[in-house]
């Protein structure tokens, strides 16, 4: 019979990157290298997050696993399952009850709380890289706190089409020194960064770690006369009623008909347990509910 | 070889090291916290710095360490080479042996990440005195502090810099580089 080392990493890659991870805790926002290891996923399917969290498991924590805040989408049952399987933890679904959650592009709509830590996904962990392609100048950018180019891409937006344009991966500057990319999570979700609980980020294909510690500032770029607006689709959720989470636009139809259903599942389905409803499919299409 | 060089590791390195490394990551992310690891025992050593030791080092990482009668359980249980002040990835011993903090690595403008992890020897660890604010701290947190001015001046540096893991018996703190030390 063949049994797996404890979550699958060897002793030794676990040691690489729990130093990365205590070095980029340090420096907050600054993107760790590290030596990205092959994994029983492809590289773009969260190997980064995987080995992230091989690293961090301890064999009493529960884990959830979420891919754009649902936890029963493929992606999310797989990493989930082959951590059931290598490190024997408990998983589960229910925020609340994780100490550990991996993540991809979401951030949960319930509020996280000091024993957790949330660990991303992240495909690009360089936020100048669509701007400047080269890592020795991206590199030096952020030596140098040289973030002119960023500013310009936002500025450029305002006078082209009257707001920032960028409504997923917006950077965000901690503790008013490096700039960041929060992954792909929607914009709606930056203002959830500033947390109580740890979080870290793991690039796998382009091997970089980087992390925020609780209670630390991490601030959206924007101009004094253009503030930061994290956007949502301004309808309720058709199946619970909530008008304050991230939405997901479902075609229903080949004649126009959608619904707008709340990306996160487990927050859905925890009010709809309390009896709370949404309008349903009634709503028509372009109807705002 | 005595029998205190090979005893003193992880009964079950890869559980006990997740264990002990979740605490490391905790104290880490919140500067001031004191938390204890168990699991680790080594000659000259409190037990927390060796379970820091177990935890973190090994063949790729040279040590500077400053408390000779540890050299030979480092060597069996970590194969972790030997590092002048200059030259290592991690220091070991009390705070007037590591001291001054010159020699250290403290990283590069391009790569911050490459600097020595400094692991302390203290008599005693308590949450008391040198106020602390940053990243990682709701408010301010207290915590006992060696040299508060050296440390000030290794913050004043960042993104580059020192960090130090704190350890007394089985207890340790950390202090990253980003902490911002205040007075007392």
Redesign the interface.
Known sequence: MTEYGFAYLDEPTKRMIRRALLKALAVPGYQVPFASREMPMPYGWGTGGVQVTAAILMPEDRLKVIDQGADDTTNAVSIRRFFARVAGVETTTATEDATVIQTRHRIPETPLSEGQILVYQVPIPEPLRFLEPREPETRRMHALEEYGLMHVKLYEDIARHGRVTTSYAYPVRVEGHYVMDPSPIPAFDNPKMEMDAIQLFGAGREQRIYAIPPHTKVVSLDFDDHPFEPGRAPQTCALCGAADSYLDEVVTDDAGGRMFVCSDTDFCGGRRARGLRGPGLSVAAGDVA | MQAAQLSGGFAD???D???A??A???A???PGRIVSVAGASAPGLSDAAAAVLL???????PVHLAVPEAAAWLAFHCGAPHADKAGC?FAVGQWDALAPLDPYPVG??????R?A?LVVEMASLTAEGSALT?????GTANLSLPDPDALRANAVR??LGL?LILCAGDRLACL???TRIGGA
């Not at chain 2, 590069?108 to 990440?113: A, G």
């Not at chain 2, 940053?134 to 709701?138: A, E, L, R, S």
């Open positions: 390195p890869a559980r090291g997740a264990r490394f979740r490391i990551l905790d880490m992310a919140r935890t973190l080092c090994d063949a790729d990482t990835a590069t403008p391009d790569y911050p990440d600097s992890t940053g990243p990682g701290i709701d960042f993104p960090d990253p580089r980003s």
